[in-house]
């Protein structure tokens, strides 16, 4: 984490969904020129083994349910599960394509489209695997007053990053996706080439071609 990273809240407004209601709170930064958002339901302020999901930003799956990846059904079902237990947050970091930006990503699909997979398509960009950081995250769960918290996600570096943030990762809450044909390969790479732990039945319907 930068020694001068300074994160504010900038302001919160309540925003009823159809899983139920949720404050809305928009963070500002002296990193960069990108607002960053808390979701949080319920009283978590001082409050331990909070559900936590730290979501990057993905247009095409967020916004146009996108079938090439996951992101979409993942916020989807993250709020979903904190509101069965009326408590948590979902942080969302404007990290589009895993930190490249909508355009590279786009550019990205073309070259998955022509049979890269999405690591390999990234890296002729230029860019790295995976270009995600979560120092701001961490200072907005400092921010919210969580002391620790259970994290929804099946990406091993995200834990370990967080970790080393000094966040304390209680557990592990896994998140299942739909596999589609659209989506196979990508969710098999992210298994096979940067560790995402998925259920193994996922797995399973991936390789034998059950989509």
Same mark, same amino acid.
């Given at each position: ?8 809240? %900038?302001?919160? %407004? ?7 209601? =949720?404050?809305? &709170?928009?963070? !500002? ?8 958002? %808390? ?5 978590? =302020? ?10 990057? !930003? &993905? =247009?095409?799956?967020?916004? #146009? ?9 993942? #916020?989807? @079902? %993250?709020? *979903? ?14 990290? *589009? ?7 590279? +990503?786009?550019? /990205? ?29 961490? +200072? ?30 209680? !557990? @592990? ?10 989506? /196979? ?15 193994? @039945? #996922? ?9």
């Amino acid at each position: 984490m930068a020694d001068n990273l300074l994160v504010t809240k %900038a302001t919160c %407004a309540r925003i009823p969904t159809s899983d139920g209601e =949720f404050q809305l &709170c928009v963070y !500002e930064n002296n990193q960069d020129d990108k607002e960053h958002m %808390a979701i949080v339901m319920g009283d978590v =302020f001082d409050d331990e083994d909070v559900l936590v999901r730290i979501h990057s !930003e &993905c =247009f095409t799956g967020d916004v #146009l349910g996108s079938r090439r990846c996951d992101c979409g059904e993942q #916020l989807q @079902r %993250a709020m *979903e599960l904190i509101s069965s237990e009326q408590r948590g947050v979902v942080i969302y970091m404007r990290q *589009e394509g895993r930190g490249i930006g909508l355009k590279e +990503k786009l550019r /990205a699909y073309n070259l998955q489209d022509g049979g890269l997979d999405t690591v390999d398509a990234n890296l002729v960009l230029g860019h790295k695997a995976d270009a995600r950081h979560y120092d701001i995250a961490a +200072k907005i769960l400092e921010d919210l007053g969580i002391k620790s918290v259970r994290l929804i996600t099946n990406n091993p570096d995200k834990i370990t990053e967080l970790c080393s943030l000094g966040v304390d990762v209680k !557990e @592990r809450v896994s998140i299942e996706s739909t596999v589609y044909p659209d989506n /196979a390969a990508y969710l098999l790479t992210k298994v096979q080439r940067m560790n995402h732990m998925l259920d193994p @039945r #996922l797995l399973t319907s991936m390789l034998v071609g059950k989509f």
